[in-house]
């Protein structure tokens, strides 16, 4: 059974960083993408980052490139975001997602499997 878990959301101010963490048990992630998306409330779920099997390509959605960086340790089965400069309009609920490919997506139906999702909030 494959589980993901993320962890490190919270409430930050304006302009402040967190990080958050996407841990992957059940499968191994080295041979898999991996993505961050979120949804507000009253909103859609949105794509946010990718990263492919190996690290070497990644993409951000215009409204979080150059704030927020994606990354994995793929020994480790995890997937980071690190999200800077945050703005109110970041506030979400933000989920990490695999897919069965090695190269990256930014359609969530492509997307096999899901966290439980972590709340960021960021205040003004």
């Not at 979400?92 to 069965?100: G, L």
């Amino acid at each position: 059974q494959v589980q993901l878990v993320e962890s490190g959301g919270g409430l930050v101010q304006a302009g402040g960083s967190l990080r958050l963490s996407c841990e992957v048990s059940g499968r191994t992630i080295s041979s898999t993408a991996m993505a961050w998306f979120r949804q507000a409330p009253g909103k859609e779920r949105e794509f946010v980052a990718t990263i492919n099997w190996s690290g070497a390509s990644t993409f951000y959605a215009d409204s979080v490139k150059g704030r927020f960086s994606i990354s994995r340790d793929n020994p480790k089965n995890t997937v980071y975001l690190q999200m800077n400069s945050l703005k109110p309009e970041d506030t979400a609920v933000y989920y990490c997602a695999c897919r069965n490919v090695r190269y990256i997506s930014i359609f969530p139906n492509e997307y096999n499997y899901w966290g439980q999702g972590t709340q960021v909030t960021v205040s003004s």
